[in-house]
């Protein structure tokens, strides 16, 4: 007697009593909802590149590339105002010379391509390093977690380049641990990391932690070896073209952190600080119903919530360490991982290309402008002799320096040009602070082009007499008075 057909309650198709039922739900769980939500993923790193540059701090990062293509030496570089005096180590010369160079071939559509170009970079990573611990759909929802949490972070600034390589440096630690070897890739990777960015040491630490952890966890295989990798990596940065000088360039930030917001304590309120908490507390909560938990993960996960909690400039750190972590304790409930087969690395693979090429057929009628300004500014500032010395504010530093270098700025967001005194005058002045009148008074400015609502301004026309030579709603430039003697100094 032949088989009758009868009709699946998933598909609707008919099947045999011999062939088992496949159900289409869990096909498009472990397959087109991962690929949806990595391609949603990519699509909104396109959108956020393919818009004109508008953070003024890849300006000065553009200005700097300029003049280490020209002028500047790497070992001794010098300063584009003469309110910047500190002897100061470039961190990140090397994406600052490749940006200036894309401008010189492209405009500023070749720099909007290379941020888009950081960030599909970034998703594609952190989905790749979370699929060799996880599966897809797994991969796929700590991504979009990941992403959510460096939000703040996620502008044309090579920071995004240490997100990237720390979430391949926890995949590289964690695939030592499993195949009992060291990671010795560490080693190069934190000589072009420490040209590229200043959160190099965060890879070191990260190495001597999961080095101690493995230990602890009595792993001894390659142990000497596993130490020696953040050893021989700290070692590596010193050989790079700015040699040691490199390594005093890091204390020189943390005892800077006071002058720039980005490291001030996270505010958990936020959604990227939110998204960041779901992570750690999914995690946790699935190592904490763990018989044993290996010290290797205790100690990951608490280095993670140590950078989680300490500025808002590490919150994105904390987010590209949990990529990993989090991708490994959410797939343990669900057992054995599938490996990803060759259509979905081919899907993969093409969703990016396809990303970088929508990207470059959109920058250039989307990204090749500068921000918008008032009409005035760019014929009135660009007619000013060079070196004119101009009083202006951190917010418009970085493309002021850029866009108009015949001027001689007295602030920028490139904090590390400054000295500490310099610092202090910059924060003091635009706040009012006392002693104001006579730091302004030595600056020896003749023009000050600030905010229209900034107290500095209203100070400087109502007090000290300067007169307003142009305005918009955004932006004021203001003149000295001829007879600087008259002014009250009260």
């Avoid at 099947?15 to 990595?38: A, G, H, K, N, Y």
């Avoid at 700097?64 to 020209?70: A, D, S």
């Avoid at 304790?329 to 057992?335: E, K, T």
């Avoid at 929508?358 to 250039?364: Q, S, T």
């Amino acid at each position: 007697m032949s088989a009758t057909l009868a009709p699946d309650p998933d598909t609707d198709v008919a099947t045999t009593p011999d062939r088992p039922r496949r159900s289409v739900v869990p096909v498009l769980t472990r397959s087109v909802l991962p690929f949806l939500l990595l391609l949603g993923c990519l699509l909104a790193a396109v959108r956020l590149a393919a818009i004109p540059l508008t953070n003024f701090d890849t300006y000065f990062h553009l200005r700097f590339g300029h003049e280490f293509l020209t002028d500047w030496s790497l070992r001794h570089p010098g300063s584009v105002t003469t309110y910047a005096t500190a002897d100061w180590v470039p961190t990140q010369w090397l994406p600052e010379v490749v940006m200036a160079r894309a401008e010189d071939w492209f405009g500023l559509a070749g720099v909007a391509w290379l941020s888009g170009l950081q960030l599909c970079t970034l998703v594609i990573v952190f989905y790749l390093v979370a699929r060799r611990q996880a599966s897809a759909i797994i991969a796929a929802t700590v991504t979009v977690f990941a992403l959510i949490a460096s939000l703040p972070g996620l502008t044309m600034r090579p920071q995004v380049i240490s997100y990237i390589l720390i979430a391949v440096t926890m995949a590289l630690w964690l695939r030592a641990r499993r195949d009992g070897t060291a990671p010795w890739l560490m080693v190069p990777m934190t000589w072009v990391w420490a040209m590229s960015h200043g959160m190099w040491p965060v890879g070191i630490v990260i190495g001597a932690v999961a080095a101690v952890g493995l230990l602890l966890d009595h792993d001894r295989a390659a142990w000497r070896q596993r130490l020696l990798v953040p050893l021989l990596s700290l070692v590596a940065a010193g050989l790079t073209p700015v040699g040691p000088a490199l390594y005093s360039a890091v204390l020189l930030v943390s005892s800077r952190a006071q002058y720039f917001s980005e490291w001030d304590p996270p505010r958990f309120t936020t959604p990227s600080c939110l998204a960041l908490l779901v992570l750690l507390a999914l995690t946790v909560t699935v190592l904490l119903r763990r018989d044993r938990t290996p010290w290797f993960d205790v100690l990951m996960l608490l280095l993670a919530a140590g950078f989680a909690v300490y500025s808002n400039r590490t919150v994105p750190v904390s987010a590209a360490m949990m990529v990993p972590l989090a991708a490994l304790a959410l797939q343990v409930p669900s057992g054995p991982r599938t490996a990803p087969g060759r259509v979905e690395r081919t899907a993969v693979a093409l969703a990016y290309a396809l990303a970088l090429v929508v990207l470059a057929i959109a920058v250039p009628r989307t990204s090749d402008a500068p921000p918008v300004q008032p009409a005035w500014m760019d014929q009135t500032l660009s007619a000013l002799p060079a070196g004119t010395p101009v009083l202006d504010e951190w917010v418009w530093g970085g493309y002021l320096m850029w866009r108009y270098p015949n001027l001689d700025l007295t602030s920028h967001g490139y904090g590390d040009t400054f000295t500490t005194a310099e610092l202090d005058r910059n924060t003091d002045v635009p706040r009012l602070e006392k002693g104001w009148i006579p730091a302004v008074s030595k600056m020896g400015v003749d023009y000050a082009l600030l905010r229209t609502d900034s107290p500095l301004a209203y100070a400087l026309r109502t007090t000290q007499g300067w007169t307003v030579l142009h305005r918009s709603k955004a932006l004021v430039l203001l003149h000295r008075p001829t007879d600087a003697a008259d002014a009250p100094v009260g």
